[in-house]
């Protein structure tokens, strides 16, 4: 029966992540569709902010691993040139070269992005005109010196796997965006299995993956390019590791996972507190003790985070050596962090962390011709509940109960997030909170759940009312 069990489990965890599957791949693939419809009025086929990595992770593979995308049926290259009227010039002539212009529509970077049977007729044509780069792939972004743009600011895993695929499959958009779709297939399963570990329950954990997998924040954010999807993903396995209390290879995973972006960092919080709680719940009382454990740990994520850095970087170093690297992929990095990136008018909307359980300040990942805004948003009313929850439940988390280490990683989470603001970082975008969209839906279904049972809610209630009279006697014995 036991085995049953676990089958029709698993035929439903499959049938829940092939869903989420379907969804984004019909989401990125209507982006793709959406953009070619548009793409002589200007629309360039990316999404947002993808427009960065994407074109990142080209000049990563042609600059630093020396390849070019793979391309079917003809080539195709955005070149540049020094003035505009040289780009200009040279599309003028281009037929005799064999090569047909696409399109010149570029006002901040001097090219033309150009089709011709092969790499080589391209390659004479821009000899002959004098480019000063050629980039062959999918048209480039409409950004001054987008063609040398490696972002440095953040770590380059991503990148190349981005590039990778380029390599293999081809450069489009759908082909930049299958790897987001793996990163959210695999942080639907993972969530189940923290679920699993926590609660003890197969069906509990079923719910939560169904939620993750049709939230709106998710399915958008894995349809993309974006970097926050691989750190949802990495930072959940890092979780994961962490409530089964292997607090070490958590450490080691999240070092791994900021490989991604730094902010996968954040979640050395959480990690921490469930930590401490598994200290105290085996008798460990001293402060010192305790503290020591957390300086181990802290000294465990710091080496951790820097050979994972150096590994992954390797390539770069070596292609621009190690002060270049650490002026701009880590000073330059924990500086852009720790910054208001962008200010004025043109700037894009930037929210606080609690902005974004109520869908304040959404970011806007694509706006279709109609006027109709794809945002970087969850599905509100859970998002909001569950930020009402982790309130009002701050007094009841004296019991021990299923809820307690869901609400201390989604606290912890929601924290970090704050001291980062706080500490600087005023430009925080709402599709950083995907991060964070597992543990939003695993909290609150685990809450709720225990609610059921009606001596949860009295608990609740208890120790709220213990909260208000200690507070009132020392009102007043200060007035006495």
Not at 15 to 42: C, D, K, P
Not at 251 to 272: Q, R, V
Request: charged share 15%.
């Amino acid at each position: 029966m036991k085995k049953q069990i676990d089958y029709i489990t698993i035929t439903l965890l499959i049938i829940i992540t092939a869903v989420h599957i379907y969804l984004t791949t019909m989401q990125a693939l209507n982006f793709e569709r959406e953009e070619l419809q548009r793409f002589y009025s200007g629309a360039k086929g990316y999404v947002s902010d993808e427009v960065w990595y994407v074109d990142a992770a080209r000049n990563i593979l042609r600059k630093v691993f020396g390849l070019e995308p793979k391309q079917i049926g003809g080539c195709n290259a955005t070149i540049v040139y020094p003035t505009k009227d040289d780009a200009l010039k040279a599309a003028s002539i281009a037929p005799q070269y064999g090569v047909s212009v696409v399109t010149t529509s570029f006002n901040k970077i001097n090219a033309i992005y150009v089709h011709a049977k092969d790499g080589d007729t391209i390659k004479r044509f821009a000899d002959a005109t004098s480019a000063s780069d050629v980039v062959y792939g999918w048209i480039l972004g409409d950004a001054e010196g987008i063609n040398n743009y490696l972002n440095l600011e953040h770590p380059p895993m991503a990148k190349y796997i981005i590039a990778i695929f380029m390599a293999l499959l081809g450069d489009r958009p759908i082909y930049w965006r299958i790897p987001s779709i793996i990163m959210g297939s695999l942080t639907v399963i993972i969530s189940f299995l923290i679920v699993k570990k926590l609660t003890k329950s197969n069906e509990l954990g079923l719910i939560v993956a169904a939620a993750i997998a049709v939230d709106p924040m998710m399915r958008n954010l894995a349809s993309i390019a974006l970097l926050d999807i691989y750190v949802a993903m990495s930072t959940a396995l890092a979780i994961l590791l962490a409530v089964n209390e292997r607090y070490k290879e958590s450490i080691i995973a999240l070092g791994f996972a900021s490989t991604f972006k730094f902010t996968a960092l954040l979640a050395f919080l959480p990690i921490l507190l469930l930590y401490i709680n598994s200290l105290v719940r085996n008798g460990e009382r001293r402060f010192i003790k305790i503290f020591s454990r957390f300086v181990d740990l802290f000294i465990l994520m710091l080496l951790s985070f820097i050979f994972f850095q150096l590994v992954v970087s390797i390539p770069i170093i070596f292609k621009f050596g190690l002060s270049t690297w650490i002026n701009q992929s880590v000073l330059g990095a924990i500086s852009w962090h720790l910054r208001v990136k962008c200010v004025g008018s043109g700037c894009p909307i930037a929210s606080t962390p609690w902005e974004w359980f109520f869908g304040l300040n959404s970011f806007p990942l694509y706006i279709y011709p109609t006027g109709v805004t794809v945002y970087a948003q969850g599905f509100v009313p859970a998002y909001a509940l569950s930020f009402i929850l982790l309130i009002l439940t701050i007094a009841y988390r004296g019991f021990d109960s299923a809820s307690k280490k869901p609400w201390l990683i989604l606290t912890g989470f929601v924290l970090a997030y704050v001291m980062l603001w706080l500490a600087g970082s005023r430009s925080q975008y709402s599709f950083y909170a995907v991060q964070i969209t597992p543990y939003i839906y695993i909290y609150l279904l685990t809450q709720l759940y225990e609610y059921v049972w009606r001596d949860a809610i009295a608990k609740t209630f208890e120790a709220w009312k213990k909260v208000f009279e200690n507070t009132w006697h020392i009102i007043l014995v200060l007035l006495g």
